[in-house]
């Protein structure tokens, strides 16, 4: 299943990179998320134009149907993994290790006027006969929101309010 979603910000490009590459941002929308745990482990390259991303979070399966309840039981790991080879995007994919699940992409920052947009597009696969398509579209529902706690969390924190 392909999946796109833009986040838009009122910061130039630049300031939002600064703020994907700070692992105290990553650290508070894994909080405003409301993940059971997470271990953030950012690495900035060395020449400065991107960075490395592994985040390991433990996520709540509450509110999920039964169906997807019975495949990932009542908390799930998840990895998402970001490699930003510059300062304008990258790569992204997201594992829950153990299960049939995948989301891999990019990411990428737009200029637009004086803001910003981060464009966000996965190709969303859960290897499940019969069902699998309903999966990925239930997965699909999961990523978008958890890219609009990103987003609000994302202006707050540009806002100044860390």
């Given at each position: 299943m392909k999946f796109r979603h833009e986040l838009t910000y009122d910061a130039p490009p630049d300031e939002v990179f600064a703020m994907l590459a700070d692992p105290a941002f990553r650290a508070k929308v894994c909080e405003e998320q409301?993940?059971?745990?997470?271990?953030?482990?950012l690495k900035p390259a060395e020449d400065g134009a991107g960075f490395t991303l592994v985040s390991e979070q433990v996520q709540d399966t509450a509110g999920l149907p039964a169906i997807a309840k019975k495949i990932v039981g009542d908390t799930t790991k998840a990895v998402i993994e970001e490699q930003w080879t510059s300062r304008t995007g990258g790569t992204v994919s997201i594992t829950a290790p153990g299960k049939p699940t995948t989301a891999t992409g990019t990411v990428r920052l737009e200029a637009r006027g004086s803001g910003t947009t981060e464009v966000v597009e996965l190709d969303v696969k859960v290897k499940v006969p019969v069902i699998g398509g309903k999966l990925e579209a239930l997965m699909a529902d999961n990523i978008k929101a958890g890219l609009e706690v990103?987003?609000?969390?994302?202006?707050?924190w540009l806002g100044g309010q860390r």
């Open positions: 409301g993940v059971v745990s997470h271990d953030i482990d990103e987003q609000t969390t994302g202006t707050a």
